[in-house]
């Protein structure tokens, strides 16, 4: 022993060698023992549930489901709400080619071809349905893929993915960068979540609250990760880089969902409707065959049927904003509204129903005055409303998602914009630039075109709602 210990210590080749694999063995063994501290994963089951707010099924589903979700560990629902999230009500059609279910919710997908569908069925499907899921596989509208190949930015519409005590739910439509990606993913499949948020490095978000059918989910902390929001129950928090918070409340209406643009177009498809402009002539031609030469009383029985219009028809927004936000329908109701757009000239849907027409004649041989004209007005609206309501519809459907009072500026303009080409043909006559016979002449030789430009804006917002656009 004496003997070795000699050599080396006479030979400088073998300290060097000794020396340098130290150098190289040290570094391997601390990189071995952190790989051993990596938070543990757990095995994920995934499922999709497509639900709605203010559906009454859902509602007896939803509080169960997610029951069940906060004490089963590792299993993952993959969430579409369709009624509050329009964007969302397209992937009930993306994932049907695969599943071959009816369009109606609640509904839970499982594997191709198997699925269930109705608060019945699932309620008593869903432990059996749970117990035979496929580990770490998870199946998305046009392929099936591991967990570990999952890229999120392969979810379309605006997804939440429940797992115990945490979701993670998309913010805006930004893509996820790799290193964002694995981040929520590993967020999703930790199995000590307490430990492994706290390498989580985000801004905080505000809103820890997730509504669904029939309740609601309360979570103590939540970070922005990306175009990503987690929120998550237990003892710690994330990283916070710096002082921004982000509202998580996908329910809320904002200027990304409803813009004065959207606005603006709705009301000028409104606006061009023959069937207002036809009951504004045929008065107009009353009052001035009853006051040949009182230009004066044309323009206020003109002012005064306006007026009257846009009162009655802001009331009438009101009244749809509050009934959608009773129903909260508006998704269900996009899928239908469209077979209505091709009713003919004549009939409900862009022109006075014929069966109105003799009634409103004899009305309007009454007018001769300004508030003659006002009651006409409001009678118009009141009763010939379903002529002009299609655009109305979508907006109110719009604004349900918000606060009832913030849809007041929003129906203001729309209305604004909706009487403006009476206004216009009412300056016109009263300037003498135009006359009534040559306006009425007019309209009659161009009310085709009207339908047609009228029918065209229909289809092509149509198909935005359809896709999630508009």
């Given amino acids: 022993m004496s003997n070795v210990y000699s050599l080396l210590k006479k030979s400088k080749l073998i300290q060097i060698v000794l020396a340098l694999c130290l150098f190289f063995l040290v570094p391997s063994l601390v990189n071995a023992q952190g790989t051993t501290t990596t938070t543990p994963k757990q095995e994920i089951k995934a499922f999709t549930y497509f639900t709605g707010i203010g559906c009454p099924h859902c509602a007896k589903v939803s509080p169960v489901i997610h029951n069940n979700m906060n004490e089963q560990d590792g299993l993952l629902m993959i969430e579409y709400e369709i009624y509050q999230e329009s964007s969302n009500a397209s992937m009930l059609y993306s994932y ?7 369009l109606a919710i609640p509904l839970i997908l499982y594997a191709p071809n198997d699925f269930d ?5 699932i309620l008593n499907n869903f432990d059996t349905q749970v117990a035979k899921l496929q580990v770490n596989t998870i199946e998305l509208a046009n392929k099936t893929v591991t967990w570990e190949d999952l890229n999120l930015n392969d979810f379309d519409g605006r997804v939440k993915l429940f797992v115990k005590d945490r979701v993670a739910l998309q913010s805006t439509s930004k893509d996820l960068t790799t290193e964002q990606i694995e981040l929520i993913k590993e967020f999703l499949a930790a199995k000590d979540l307490d430990m492994y948020v706290q390498t989580l490095q985000g801004t905080k978000v505000k809103d820890m609250t997730i509504e669904y059918p029939g309740g609601n989910e309360i979570y103590t902390h939540g970070v922005n990760i990306g175009s990503w929001s987690l929120l998550w129950r237990g003892n710690n928090d994330a990283q916070i880089t710096d002082g921004k918070i982000t509202n998580t409340n996908s329910g809320s209406t904002d200027s990304s969902s409803i813009s004065w643009g959207k606005i603006s177009a709705l ?3 409104d606006s061009i409707n023959p069937c207002a402009l036809s009951v504004l002539l045929m008065m107009l031609i009353a009052i001035a065959t009853y006051h040949p030469k009182d230009r004066k009383q044309i323009l206020w029985a003109g002012l005064a049927f306006v007026a009257a219009v846009f009162v009655t028809y802001f009331i009438y927004g009101l009244l749809i904003v509050k009934a959608f936000e009773v129903v909260q329908g508006i998704s269900s109701i996009k899928l ?29 041989a009454r007018v001769t005055s300004p508030l003659g004209a006002f009651g006409l007005g409001m009678f118009v609206t009141l009763f010939l409303l379903p002529c002009t309501i299609g655009p109305y519809v979508i907006l109110g459907g719009m604004l349900s998602y918000g606060e009832f009072a913030g849809a007041l500026p929003y129906l203001t303009v729309y209305n604004l914009i909706f009487v403006l080409p009476m206004v216009v043909i009412i300056l016109l006559v ?41």
């Fill in 117 to 121: 569908q109705g608060d019945t069925q």
């Fill in 430 to 470: 009263f300037f003498g630039s135009k006359s009534i016979k040559q306006i009425t002449e007019w309209r009659e030789k161009n009310v085709k075109v009207m339908h047609l430009i009228i029918g065209i804006i229909f289809i092509l917002l149509g198909v935005s709602m359809f896709f999630g656009l508009f």
């Fill in 336 to 364: 239908y509204l469209y077979k209505g757009l091709g009713d003919k000239p004549g009939s409900i849907g862009t022109e006075m129903p014929m069966m109105f027409r003799p009634k409103v004649q004899q009305i309007l």
């Fill in 96 to 102: 049907n080619a695969k599943y071959g279910y009816q």
């Fill in 267 to 269: 009301a000028l498809t």
